[in-house]
């Protein structure tokens, strides 16, 4: 990646202990619209990472809007809010806090407002109506880890000028995150999550990794490659 000069050596190891320290209360959002669907990619690392995670010890939530928040709740068994689009109501994102009461979130392929408060795929195509401003969240939960590979991501605010100057995507996503993990792929970035997690605790989890089961079962939900927009295990 161009940017990866750009963070610690140790942003993925770092990001991962981060994690283990605050994963109690954990809220994982995913779901990157796409053609009136949502993508393959970012959902089966975070359920991966959720099962991992849970296993654990840590209680997770889903949340997302609704283009997968329905995906989610058929093709796995933790809980799953869904995040409403367009204008919020009154005190919504503090009763989403009050009940949950997070002592982390996780975002994952999620995006993320650009300086124009717009959201855009990776075609630079507007997908605000589309998308539920749960990047709200992160100037709100403290504790906080994005994995994003492309610049219009939760996170990528970490490294706005860097994407700007080497002209890597228009219009990048203003949103920080106190972790930012780059990946060519960001269910791959989940990947070298639970391969530090395995490490750093002693267990393999490596090997229980599920990927082309769960991408067969959102094909069965019309969920799409991101970039071939076609309903395929990829």
């Not at 939960?141 to 994005?146: D, S």
Request: net charge neutral; proline share 2%; with cysteine.
């Amino acid at each position: 990646s161009k940017l990866e000069k750009y963070l610690d050596k140790s942003f993925c190891e770092s990001a991962t202990k981060f994690i283990l320290q605050n994963c109690k209360r954990t809220i994982i959002t995913t779901g990157y619209y796409v053609h009136g669907t949502c993508e393959t990619d970012g959902i089966v690392g975070a359920i991966n990472l959720a099962n991992v995670l849970s296993d654990l010890g840590a209680n997770i939530t889903f949340l997302t809007d609704k283009y997968c928040s329905d995906i989610l709740q058929h093709i796995q068994d933790f809980r799953v809010m869904e995040f409403p689009l367009g204008n919020l109501e009154e005190n919504f994102i503090d009763k989403i806090l009050k009940e949950i009461n997070p002592t982390l979130i996780i975002s994952i392929e999620r995006a993320g407002a650009s300086l124009d408060n717009r959201y855009y795929n990776f075609k630079m195509q507007d997908i605000t109506e589309f998308t539920g401003k749960i990047d709200i969240l992160f100037e709100k939960i403290e504790n906080c880890v994005a994995i994003g590979d492309t610049g219009n991501e939760i996170g990528m605010g970490n490294l706005y000028k860097e994407i700007i100057k080497k002209d890597i995507y228009p219009k990048p996503s203003k949103i920080k995150s106190k972790h930012l993990i780059l990946s060519s792929i960001s269910n791959w970035g989940c990947y070298g999550v639970i391969a530090y997690i395995s490490k750093l605790t002693k267990k393999d989890y490596i090997s229980q990794i599920e990927d082309l089961s769960i991408l067969k079962k959102l094909n069965l939900f019309g969920v799409i490659d991101g970039v071939t927009r076609k309903i395929e295990p990829t």
